[in-house]
């Protein structure tokens, strides 16, 4: 069994580095690299006391508030986090009911990774102001980066509901759509997208995510094809378009987008992997032991490129390099069943039989219906002369995978 690395889907490949995020506001309500908005974090908002005077008190806490804003925006600029918070918090106490001050400190909470106080105070502003669609719109953001896809879903829809022409808008429920499964959806959202503007890219390749999600990979690769006629060097459409073209068995061409995908990002660790992946495929052992070294020299934590080593290492009957990946394999993942299995077997094949025993063992208790690991533990068992054993072993596969009944009782 391959282990072919599909990132993204689940949420953990930015496809796009302009999804659509949070956008500070600053004092004149403009979003800051967005359209105009309405509302200000000062605004003229002046309040009469009883006598219909203005109050003084409340007019310089909105100018203070203002003037922290503007503080609070500039930290944000560089990048200064911390601080941004406490100078929108500090206009905050001044100015309560600001939904822009709101949005602006879940924005700095946002650069921090911190999405659920962020979703607090998104939450906060529309209870205040449910009018306002960047408010759903940053409030769905925040909800995708905490994997809350189906509550981002509804806050992009809320967003759309208030402004249906809003591209950013459009483009996050597609997405959120793809990654809570549900594909048809998110492919007619992206062709919303694509209708307004052909040449989103990242809308291409989300469709062809999508698509490929749902089995049509040859509609996936035109996708990602018109994403790379708008740029060559799109890394995640050439990704991509390799796992579908994987999928389809072209291996030679999968091959081709993969080495591209690494021309572009050396350190696509990914990419070398499902790269190694297709030479196995290819028979070329040697040249995909070496892609899966490229990719563990890239990330070392990653058990499924060990177990892809180890298990091209078995192909070329280096058994002893083969048991060291595999062990790696089951130390980063402890409840890795086919690396336990493949495991059992290539120490089998070395004859070290009591230590393939105890592999299998392992392996049986994290799955009792492992048809393999019954079959690999009565082969020990018998090479140990523990026949009473082994048959019973040798039933219970037999037991659970027919197919094993045709290799017949002579297990060794």
Not at 205 to 219: C, F, S, T, V
């Amino acid at each position: 069994m391959w282990v072919l690395i599909l990132k993204g889907i689940k949420g953990n490949f930015d496809m796009n580095p302009e999804e659509p995020k949070d956008k500070p506001f600053s004092e004149e309500g403009k979003e800051e690299k967005a359209d105009t908005v309405e509302g200000s974090a000062s605004g003229d908002m002046y309040v009469l006391d009883d006598s219909g005077s203005v109050t003084n008190e409340e007019v310089s806490n909105e100018i203070l508030a203002a003037e922290l804003n503007e503080c609070g925006l500039d930290l944000l600029r560089l990048g200064k986090y911390n601080e941004a918070i406490i100078a929108f918090e500090k206009a905050i106490d001044k100015d309560p009911g600001n939904i822009y001050l709101l949005n602006n400190k879940a924005a700095a909470l946002e650069s921090l990774g911190r999405f659920e106080e962020a979703l607090k105070l998104y939450q906060e502003a529309v209870k205040i102001n449910s009018e306002d669609a960047d408010l759903w719109n940053n409030m769905a953001f925040s909800y995708s980066q905490i994997g809350e896809y189906e509550k981002a879903v509804e806050a992009y829809g809320k967003a759309l509901d208030l402004k249906p022409d809003y591209p950013n808008a459009w483009y996050g429920k597609a997405l959120n759509l793809s990654q809570a499964g549900r594909y048809e959806e998110a492919v007619d959202a992206y062709d919303i997208v694509l209708k307004e503007n052909s040449n989103y890219k990242e809308a291409w390749a989300g469709k062809g995510i999508a698509l490929g999600q749902m089995g049509n990979y040859d509609e996936a690769i035109i996708a990602y094809d018109k994403a790379l006629e708008i740029d060559p060097e799109f890394l995640e459409a050439w990704y991509y378009k390799g796992v579908d073209l994987d999928s389809l068995g072209s291996f030679k061409q999968a091959l081709k987008a993969y080495e591209k995908a690494v021309e572009i990002d050396p350190e696509n660790d990914d990419a070398w992997n499902n790269m190694g992946i297709d030479l196995e495929n290819l028979e070329r052992y040697d040249e995909a032991i070496n892609a899966f070294e490229k990719a563990i020299e890239i990330n070392s934590e990653n058990s499924d490129v060990w177990y892809n080593k180890g298990f091209t290492l078995s192909q070329v009957q280096r058994f002893d390099e083969a048991v060291e990946a595999y062990r790696k394999a089951v130390q980063l993942d402890p409840e890795y069943l086919e690396a336990y299995s493949s495991l059992g077997f290539v120490l089998a094949q070395l004859k070290r039989f009591e230590e393939a025993l105890d592999i299998y063992e392992k392996a049986l208790k994290l799955d009792p219906e492992a048809a393999d690991s019954w079959f690999g533990k009565a082969v020990c068992l018998s090479y140990l002369g523990r026949e009473e054993e082994a048959e019973d072993a040798y039933r219970k596969a037999v037991e659970i995978d027919p197919r094993y009944a045709e290799i017949g009782g002579d297990i060794q």
